[in-house]
């Protein structure tokens, strides 16, 4: 892993995490290596650039060491040549993530990350600082999730060009707001031999998905009712793949949780409303600092 210091907060240091099974995940590091870990999980079919902007925010405002990943056939992340993307392995890689810190991190999970993140520290024990949780909790709506897959399953022979793609990122996301510039999503796309765009995750990822049999709800609660260190539980207020119901439900179960709805957000929220998103990461890092000093 590198380990040289980045002082200059709209740089970024990569990262390269070699795990036990012999994948090798992408990342970027910003702020000081000495700085508090905070990492980064994205979301199934995402890369670490989701993250970028509150990255570099939380490394130049609380002298955190910000770190994303791009999880197992996501990015630039190896691709499992197996094709083994059961969420034992994510969850394992992540471990062998933390094994290179000095410093028991904070992590801030969205979806797949966040599921990632209860299993690694509600049910594995790993030590966490702190949980920020994006839109996700144990119970999530069936036809939310599907809604996701069908969104990834719809474009697997690619696009012509990058305006093709954001016509497809419109519909799927019709809240948000299409940029007028398209160049940023070069970053969760790649370039085929036959020069079609194609979103940039392996795409055995979706074989034999069955959401019905691998919500593991069971398992998720157990996890969340074990984790100990402080909670953040965000919410998109339009999602539709976390409900008020199951928000009141983590809070019974994880009664020191705390929980923010994120307006004009949805699923995705730190790219729906990254402002709101940056500040309740911040807060919440900020109110971890409190509590230390008071011990």
């Not at 034992?88 to 990350?113: N, W």
């Amino acid at each position: 892993m590198a380990s040289e210091d980045t002082t200059d907060v709209a740089s970024s240091t990569p990262q390269r995490f070699k795990t036990a099974t012999g994948v090798t995940l992408a990342g970027e590091a910003w702020g000081p290596a000495s700085g508090l870990p905070v990492l980064f999980l994205h979301g199934g079919g995402q890369t670490r650039h989701s993250w970028k902007q509150t990255a570099q925010q939380v490394a130049s405002q609380g002298g955190y060491r910000a770190i994303t990943v791009d999880l197992r056939g996501h990015g630039e992340s190896d691709y499992a040549q197996n094709g083994d993307y059961r969420l034992d392995r994510f969850v394992e890689d992540i471990a062998d993530v933390v094994s290179f810190f000095s410093q028991t991190p904070v992590f801030v999970g969205a979806s797949l990350g966040g599921i990632i993140t209860l299993l690694l520290v509600g049910e594995r024990g790993v030590g966490a600082s702190g949980v920020v949780l994006v839109d996700v909790a144990p119970r999530v709506e069936v036809a939310g999730v599907e809604r996701i897959l069908s969104f990834m399953r719809s474009h697997q022979n690619g696009f012509d060009s990058l305006e093709e793609a954001a016509a497809a990122v419109e519909d799927y996301l019709p809240h948000r707001k299409r940029p007028l510039d398209t160049s940023g999503l070069e970053k969760n796309l790649r370039r085929d031999e036959g020069g079609r765009y194609r979103w940039h995750w392996d795409h055995r990822i979706l074989r034999n998905v069955n959401i019905e049999k691998e919500r593991n709800e069971e398992r998720l609660w157990a996890a969340a009712r074990s984790i100990t260190a402080p909670v953040l539980l965000l919410r998109g207020m339009l999602s539709d793949v976390v409900s008020k119901e199951a928000v009141a439900e983590f809070r019974q179960a994880v009664p020191h949780a705390r929980h923010l709805d994120i307006t004009d957000a949805a699923h995705t929220v730190a790219g729906d409303s990254n402002t709101a998103f940056t500040e309740a990461v911040l807060s919440f890092l900020q109110d971890l600092n409190k509590s230390d000093a008071r011990k």
